[in-house]
Structure formats: C-alpha cells, structure tokens
C-alpha cells in the first residue's frame, strides 16, 4: 500500500472523480494542500485575486458542462467566510462545486487560534455537507462521500475543512484502486408517469414549465423530443432557459413578474394545465399572487428533491425523480398513445401562442442619447451568435437582457438565479470561459455588479482568458431605485459623480475604461447607440488577438423603469416604455411584428 499526505490523498482522488481545474488563493493553513498540488500534477490552478471570486469562478464553471464540478480553494478563517456566498448561490441553483479550506491545527481549534472558525457550522445551511476532518485517515472517505453527494439527488455543494496537521499526516492511500460511489437519482415508475401524462391528455391548452433540472439532467434534447410529440407549448424557467431553442414553434416565452416575456405570460395565462419538470415555482416566476398563478389550472410537479414538491403550493400530483428518468418515460409512453391515435391534436393550441408570440412585443429601437438600454441588447442580438454564452447575475441589466436577449442552447444562459450576488459576472465568467474556451463568451453587467469583484479582471489578463463584458453605465442602482418608486423614495441609490480625472464622462463617476486597461483588459466606451454594432464587432477581435477580457461600457440615459410588476402579479405588468407598434420598433424579435 502506498504511503502518502492526506492532501496528496485528496489531490489523486479530485483527479480520479474527473477534476482538472481549480480556481483558489492559498495561504498558510492550506499549503500542504497547494503543495500536493503541485507535485500530484494534472490540475490547472487558476489563481484568483478575492476567495469570493474563486467560488464565483468554479460556480462558473461547473455550469458550463455536464459533469463538471467546479473546485475552490481558500486557507483558514476569512477565505471559508469569503466563499459562503458561492455556495449559497450554488445551492440555491442545485450547482455542485467543491469548497477546500485549510484549519488551524487540530489541538488549537478551539483556543480562538489565528484565523480559526468553525467554517463546518458556518456553511453549513448552504451545502449539503460542511465538515472539518480530523482524522488523517478519514480524508479519502470524506472526499469520497463529498462527490457522492455532490452528484446524487439535488446536486448541491459540499465544503471539506482540512486542518493542517492532517493535511501533513501521512497515510495508507492506494489512488490505483481508487473508484467514485455510485451515484444516486430517483426515477419515476411507469405508473406515476402515466398518471401524469393523463393531465395532458385531458388538457385543451396545456403547457410544459421546463426548469433548470433539466439543463442539470442534460436532458434537453428529451424534452424537446416530448414537446414535439405531445405538441405542447414550453414555457422555461429563467434558470431553464435554453433547454429548447427560443425560436422552436413550441417555445412560448418565459413567465414572471420580472424576467418575462409579454407573449410568455399571456400564453400562461390561457393555459389550463401545467407539468412543471425540474423547477422549484420561484417567486419571480410565479409571483407572490399564487391565485393568480394557479387559477383554476391543474399542476403536475416533476422534481428531483421530494421536499420541493409542495413547498411553494400543492400540486394536483407530484412524482420524485430525476428530470432525464422522467423524460424518458414520458417519451415511451407518448410514443405508445401516439402510435394508437390516441394523442390529441394541439395545432390550434400552438398557433395561437405563436401568435401571441408574434404581437406582444416590447419596444428595443430607440435612437436616443444617452442610450437607452433596449437599444443595447437589441444590437447584441445581431453581434452575439447563437453559440454564445451568456453570464450575467442580477439587477435592470439581467432583467431587460432575460426579456429581450435571445437564446437557443442548454447552458448558454448562465445565472445565478436564487441568491443573485452582486460581483458574481467577471468571475464567473471566467469560469466559463475556462470551462469552454472555444466558445463565444459574453458577460453582462450594469455598473454596481462590475465594481463589486472588478479586480477579478486582472485574472483573466493574468491567465489569458478572453471573453467580452457589455457594461451598461447609468450611474445608479437602478433595480434599487425602481424598486423605491413604491415607497416614493430615491434614497443612497446615486452613483453620480464628476470624476476629476475623467472630466468628458460628466457625472458617470468610475472610469471603467481606464480601470479595466489599468488591470490588464482592454475596453471601449460607447455614447451612441449607432456605435455599438462596430463596438462589439471591435471587442471580439480584441479579444482574439490579445486573449484578454474586452468591456464595451455603454452610456445609459441616468433612468428607465424596465417592465415589471410592481404587484408581483404576473397578471399585472407595468410597462413603462412604448411598445412595439411597427415592425422597425423591433427588429431582433424572435418572430417579426405581427400588425
């Protein structure tokens, strides 16, 4: 049997369980872990400037793929605190990532050490396992178990907590033998899956809520398949975007109070039964106005986790099973009733939310300057391909890009849709564009989220992981502001200031040019909405040529109130900007104007 450190132990088992990159900062509690690093080989590190950064990063890129498990690093103390928001943010979004933090010594834990906390009982209600080992020999087991968890049912994130002296403990480790445990997921049976389908027999406008279960299934091609057999209309969740392309004739917009589609929550509206597959009935989605939501419709809850069905109301049946089970099922028995006549025919039901699809749009062609903010994903849309990746986390800027950017991928939407943390876009960013480096990547951000991690852009400079940042600029949290409009206040919510330095940008404040060129990025300043085309354009050879992050930051217009409900009704949408009345109001609709 081999003899090795516990954290060499560690390193060949992250090898075995199919890790290849890290993203971390060490220290001194956790250098036995860096050293084993080092000298196991077979890892790429990516050195972060903030742990915060380095969870964002591994979120980042464990969303990027299927079966990839992002890994982030950290020593004793602050760098376990820093990384509680990425595993909150990963939970909240079923993201399994891999938190390694170093510990005082075993013996002096609990004497109020330097930079000793018990980090197990902090992360503890964001991960499905935190623990502190302390015993050298448990170390393979519990990084055993950790992948396990990690995998099976709700994936989730597990935090290991590895004291130095056990890190340096040398023990009987044979990595040759090594194997993963078997992972576990619920499946639906049969019945439960013809019990289910009944409802959409029965339906006359039913509709599928595909959520992110199934782009964490990789089971999109399955439900595109079930759409198409049963001709029922899609409705994907925020975080289920992309599971079926936004231009198929089955895609009839998303719902909300927020993130939503005017097409998409008149189409739900009229609906009257709903399967919802691996999605949990958030409250953007659905609203704080339940009776609104359900109506008289019927619901069928397909999850994963047996504690989502019923949390938010009860469904008229629930099945516990994993989203690609379940879909594979529902094939099999759709394939079955279609091959005996006995599948109704949907065609005027799809129609007409095609139609819907084709009438209800927003407005995105507005020439004015400073820039208003529909102007800038509309010239998005006809820069950024349908191979892009987008990234975005929180705020007016992910919400008007959720309503009016386009997209036709599983995993080419990556947000953080539960926790939505400020900061989460550059290194999460960078964790995708590590994770698919062939890939076209744009990240989104307004102002305040680019300012809060923005160091993590010399990372990317450091490491030469290119991508393009559109940064919108109003100088205001404007989310916060919009939000304040019921309260009749606009209070600590203006980022407005004349920049000594930068006088020609009046009262935008930041210099976000000179910032980003300062940390090693390049990036162009747009005040016209003419420019933007040729900006973005600019950015992607950029990016190409010098292999760093490019920012094109747009100059908004100080204030605009994106549609939303005020509410939270998803009957009751305020629409504070014209509306699309004429072709040429908006030009990168998924379907041209219908008047």
């Known amino acids: 049997m081999a003899r090795m450190t516990a954290a060499r132990a560690a390193v060949e088992i992250l090898k075995r369980e199919g890790v290849t990159d890290a ?49 982030c690093i950290g020593t004793s103390g602050p760098a376990g605190t820093d990384m509680i928001t990425g595993l909150y943010s990963a939970i909240g979004d079923s993201i399994p990532i891999l938190c390694i933090t170093g510990q005082a010594p075993t013996n002096v834990i609990h004497k109020e050490d330097f930079q000793a906390v018990d980090i197990a009982s902090i992360a503890g ?35 290991i907590d590895l004291p130095i002296d056990v890190q340096l403990t040398e023990i009987e480790f044979d990595p040759e033998t090594y194997e993963p445990l078997p992972v576990y997921k619920p499946a639906a049976t049969r019945a439960q899956i013809e019990k289910a389908i009944s409802f959409l027999l029965a339906a006359e406008r039913p509709v599928i809520v595909a959520g992110g279960g199934i782009i964490g299934a990789d089971a999109s091609d399955l439900l595109v398949e079930f759409a198409e057999l049963t001709q029922t209309p899609v409705i994907p969740t925020l975080m289920g975007w992309g599971a079926l392309p936004d231009d198929h004739e089955l895609n009839a917009g998303m719902v909300g109070v927020q993130t939503s589609h005017r097409y998409g929550n008149a189409n739900f509206l009229e609906s009257d ?8 009935w958030a409250n953007r989605h659905t609203g704080y106005k339940l009776d609104v939501y359900r109506g008289e419709r019927k619901f069928v809850h397909v999850d994963i986790e047996p504690t ?66 529909q102007r800038v994903y509309e010239e998005m849309n006809k820069a950024f391909g349908p191979d892009t990746r987008y990234v975005t986390t929180i ?16 995993r080419h939407w990556i947000n953080c849709g539960q926790a939505g ?12 564009a590590k994770a698919d480096p062939d890939a076209p990547v744009v990240a ?28 919108v600029n109003n100088a205001y949290l404007g989310l916060i502001r919009q939000a304040q409009i019921g309260l009749d206040i606009n209070f600590q919510v203006n980022l407005e200031f004349e920049n000594i330095n930068t006088p020609e940008i009046g009262v935008y404040g930041v210099d976000h040019v000179k910032v980003a ?29 010098y292999r760093v992050p490019v920012v094109v930051e747009a100059i908004l217009e100080r204030i605009t109130n994106i549609s939303m409900s005020r509410t939270m009704d998803i009957s009751d949408i305020s629409e504070f900007e014209d509306l699309a009345t004429e072709p040429g109001h908006a030009p990168t609709s998924i379907k041209p104007l219908k008047v």
């Open 444 to 471: 989104l951000s307004g102002d305040y989220d680019f300012q809060f991690l923005i160091e993590e852009l010399a990372v990317a400079a450091q490491h030469r992981i290119p991508y393009v940042h559109v940064l």
């Open 125 to 159: 209600p964001v991960t499905k396992m935190a623990v502190t080992v302390l015993e050298a020999a448990q170390v393979p087991g519990v990084f055993q178990q950790a992948f396990h968890l990690m995998r099976s049912g709700r994936p989730g994130p597990v935090l």
């Open 421 to 432: 943390p400020l900061g989460w876009t550059i290194p999460a960013a960078i964790g995708v």
């Open 273 to 280: 039964v709903v399967l919802g597959i691996g999605n949990r």
């Open 308 to 373: 989502q069905i019923g949390r938010i109301f009860p469904p008229d049946y629930g099945v516990v099973s994993d989203a690609k089970a379940a879909l594979e099922l529902f094939i099999e028995v759709a394939k079955e009733l279609k091959a005996a006549g006995k599948l109704p025919d949907r065609s005027d039901w799809v129609a007409s939310t095609q139609e819907r699809k084709a009438t209800l749009l927003r407005r995105t062609h507005f020439d004015n300057v400073p820039v208003k903010p």
């Open 395 to 410: 705020g007016l800027s992910q919400i008007a890009g959720a309503q009016m950017l386009h997209v036709y991928k599983p």
């Open 517 to 545: 060129e300062g940390l090693g990025c390049k990036a162009i300043r747009v005040t016209e909405p003419d420019q933007l085309g040729a900006a973005f354009e600019q950015a992607k050879k950029l990016a190409a040529e």
């Open 23 to 71: 993203f971390g900062v060490p220290g001194a509690a956790i250098n036995p872990f860096y050293k084993a690093l080092e000298e196991g080989g077979g890892i790429n590190h990516t050195l972060a400037r903030h742990v915060e950064g380095a969870s964002h990063m591994a979120e980042g890129y464990t969303r990027t793929k299927p079966g990839n498990i992002g890994v």
